[in-house]
């Protein structure tokens, strides 16, 4: 996994010395390198730009879902899809454009859809019948022509984790095609003038590391409108590409998957005699994942002779969910001096009251001592997002770097925020 150093032998985040930012920030502190993020929504554009292809990139911010990014991500002139009224809430609050906002989700509420009308969210992605019926009724009540697309469960199996594969039939997401469910929605959703219908949407899973799947999805989404004679503006085929945790990674550069999606589309079109319709992608984990690690300090250790060395630090399952959910594998760095010879293979336990809180599997170091910083790389997608308070520990700080400069974009959590919700009992009972 790369890194890089400064000359104290440090690790260094967009130029900025890791053991610095521990002290001025504390520990657990999640750190994302802008500059990262940035390179890779560019990345993304400059290849539909290369390709002259209308085109939507979307960043999925599920992955990571903070005023700042909101910021970042408009900044770089690309748009957010958003899967809850708390996402829509932030990115308002960010000042992000809500046109180009889409709304995600298998159950989204009557309240949800009603604040995403009224606030403009330029795209709502209908999802289920329930849906079609309460946001037609909603438009109708605003007097708003709302922009949808129809999520497609494609049966299309994503070689990825169970939990993050979505495009198999048994699934909870979209209109099913396989049963003519799909070719239901669309018949209701061309007659309702209460929408603008643009297009089909499909996402086959998440950390897919082949291009076959999108290849697979764009052509089905395409053959599926034309099968129902119709020429849509958008094809929206989702997020899922694959990034890199540990060495044994190798995922493709982002340019092979939107170059398939592009190429398998651009035949489409061709074959259908089609105006080209917009690509959609919702790339999040390829976007904050690489650019995002978390700083810890090393506490206490355990040694098993001939069995295990457990080297606990000052976080875990709280901040870092996916090891003990996914059964994810991480790399991780001693940051006070990266480079220095490994001498040992340990297992980097949390500090939660479970067996199944590891943040990293398996993991050669050299010597470190209580009091050592050490990084976990690549936690930048799913890692704060899905952050919670077990044990009462307060949620980390998020620090972003960029150009050697640092700033807190979300501050450290306190016991009093623990209990700020919480109420006395003061109810009078007989017992
Ligand atoms: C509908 C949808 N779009 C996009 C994404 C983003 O996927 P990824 O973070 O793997 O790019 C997800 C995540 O699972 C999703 O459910």
Redesign the pocket.
Known sequence: MKYSTNTSQHLTIGHVDAIDLAQSYGTPLYVYDVSKIRHTMRAFKAIFEKENVPYVVSY?S??FATKAIYQVAQQEGIHA?I?SGGELYTALKAGFDPKHLSF?GNNKSWDELTVAVEKGVGTI?VDNFLELQILSEIAAQQNVKQDILL?ISPGISAHTHEF?S?GQQDSK?GFDLLTGQAKKAYDIAQKDENFNLRGL?A?I????FDVTGFEKNAALLAETAQSWGWQPAVINV????GIQYTSEDEPLPESEYANAIIRTLKGKAAEFDWKMPEIWI??????V?PAGQTLYTIGSRKDIPDLRHYLAVDGGMGDNIRPALYEANYSAVLANNPNAPTEEVVRVAGKYCESGDVLVWQQALPKTQPGDILSVLATG??GYAMASNYNRNPRPAVVFVEEGKHQLVVARETYANLTALDKDYTLETTS
């Open positions: 999925a599920k992955a899809d899967v995600n992605i999520r993050i979505t997401f949407h996402h899973g998440s950390q897919i989702g997020g899922g590409f919702e790339p999040g984990r390829s976007i994942g997608a799913y």
